[in-house]
């Protein structure tokens, strides 16, 4: 039995105007009008505000299995997860009168609150706001890579799915089967990730579909939380098909299909209708470059609840187990990077107040099981740490660390894992990594 389905509400909601035939400049374009294709117009997002946009595409209502005809956007000087589909009476002439308020003054506001940014502090109001590097601002080899991975995820067809109780809005393009690719809209099954076209196929599907709970052995359960470890060289499709959900909701993911070096770890809530997926993080069996972490995925219903540092947590404690340091794969995505940062404070802080006396970079990777770099690069943006004859050395008082940990702004994880209930011991290592690692 499945449990009955609700949904959230979704950002793209249809207004009056788009049912009525008569509209003026101020509610969409004249329907003589031709919206052109790489041409820029205004675009309204929410109820009254008006946002300069570049038409990146189009589409039919059949092409996208919807009422009317679309055209995909993208906000300029905004994160791409932010583009989406609209319909005509959404996007008016790129004029500006009067009555455009909203605009002129946010363009206003945006150009004054340039010029007061250091330049630290614009890289940390664009990290936290998820805006991303201009391609001036990447070496050449980077910023031809981004240019070719821009080209080809630009387009995000699916605006969003139904997973389990939760309709989401997707942020970015995943590379489903192009029959399912190029829908607005998903069914997917919450228990054993197939998708869907159609919705009476999905409810259909409920009524049939037996499993309700990840594959693979369950290494991890205390109250409603439980984790399950999935070998992808066994579970190869389950694996495949997770990596398509989470490249919805992450922008520069690229393993897709090739799952089998890896494994997935999938944490879940359990309540009397199953395992509800809340989120997962992968790693490479053998990792030539010591990783404990290639990826990692909060779904965004689940989010800002402490579930992301649960994982990260949960990485840690895996490699303590194999008793190795860890360090998840470079490059981290935004959001990434925020979940780790805090955790990495808090956890160096933490330790560097139960410490006595000098500690050195060295001692606090071995008490922490965080890697040296990841320890240095976190005391850096703390003004922790200095370079002095060749080496990192911490230079801080423990008053300053109280300070810090009463701040409020460096809060413990709120979910904390239990090491007691893991069932987990690591892997017989192969031959040819012992013989790498030596």
């Avoid at 055209?71 to 989406?84: L, S």
């Avoid at 590097?133 to 240019?147: G, I, Q």
């Avoid at 808090?346 to 060295?362: E, H, N, P, T």
């Avoid at 007691?420 to 892997?427: D, E, G, H, Q, R």
Wanted: aromatic letters at 10%; a neutral charge; one cysteine or more.
């Amino acid at each position: 039995m499945s449990p009955p389905v609700s949904t959230t509400t979704d950002i793209s909601s249809k207004t009056d105007a788009s049912r009525s035939g008569n509209r003026d400049n101020s509610s969409g374009i004249q329907s003589e009008s031709v919206i052109k294709v790489g041409s820029e117009y205004l675009v309204r997002r929410g109820e009254d505000t008006w946002q300069l946009a570049e038409i990146v595409q189009s589409r039919s209502a059949a092409e996208g299995g919807t009422e009317k005809n679309q055209f995909y956007v993208h906000y300029k000087d905004v994160d791409k997860r932010m583009d989406e589909w609209v319909e005509e009476d959404r996007i008016k002439d790129n004029t500006l009168n009067s009555t455009d308020v909203n605009v002129s003054m946010l363009g206003k506001y945006d150009d004054e609150h340039d010029r007061k940014l250091t330049r630290h502090q614009k890289r940390k109001h664009d990290e936290i706001n998820h805006i991303q590097k201009s391609y001036a601002d990447m070496d050449p080899t980077t910023a031809a890579l981004e240019k070719e991975h821009d080209q080809l995820t630009r387009i995000k067809y699916i605006d969003r799915i139904q997973f389990g109780q939760w309709e989401i809005d997707t942020w970015y393009f995943s590379p489903y089967p192009e029959e399912y690719g190029k829908l607005s809209k998903l069914w997917i099954c919450e228990y054993c990730l197939k998708y869907m076209k159609l919705e009476a196929t999905y409810r259909y599907h409920l009524g049939t579909c037996k499993v309700r709970q990840p594959p693979g052995r369950e290494i991890y359960r205390k109250a409603n939380l439980s984790v399950y470890e999935v070998d992808a060289k066994d579970l190869k499709l389950y694996c495949q098909n997770m990596c398509l959900l989470a490249k919805l909701f992450l922008d520069h993911k690229t393993l897709y299909f090739d799952v089998e070096p890896f494994v997935f770890y999938i944490l879940t809530e359990v309540d009397k209708w199953g395992s509800h997926v809340v989120g997962y993080f992968s790693k490479e069996k053998e990792s030539p470059d010591g990783n404990n972490l290639a990826c990692i995925l909060t779904l965004p219903p689940y989010q800002r609840r402490g579930y992301g540092k649960f994982l990260i947590s949960f990485s840690y404690l895996l490699s303590k187990r194999e008793g190795v340091l860890g360090s998840p794969e470079k490059p981290l995505s935004d959001l990434g990077k925020l979940s780790y940062r805090s955790y990495w404070t808090w956890v160096i802080l933490q330790a560097l107040r139960d410490f006595k006396g000098s500690v050195s970079i060295k001692d606090l990777s071995e008490d922490t099981g965080l890697a040296q770099l990841d320890i240095i690069q976190t005391l850096q943006t703390l003004s922790m740490v200095k370079y002095w004859k060749g080496q990192h050395v911490i230079c801080v008082s423990p008053r300053v660390i109280e300070e810090h940990l009463a701040s409020g702004k460096i809060n413990p994880p709120p979910l904390l894992v239990d090491e007691s209930v893991l069932k987990w011991a690591p892997p017989r290592k192969s031959q040819k990594s012992i013989k790498n690692k030596r």
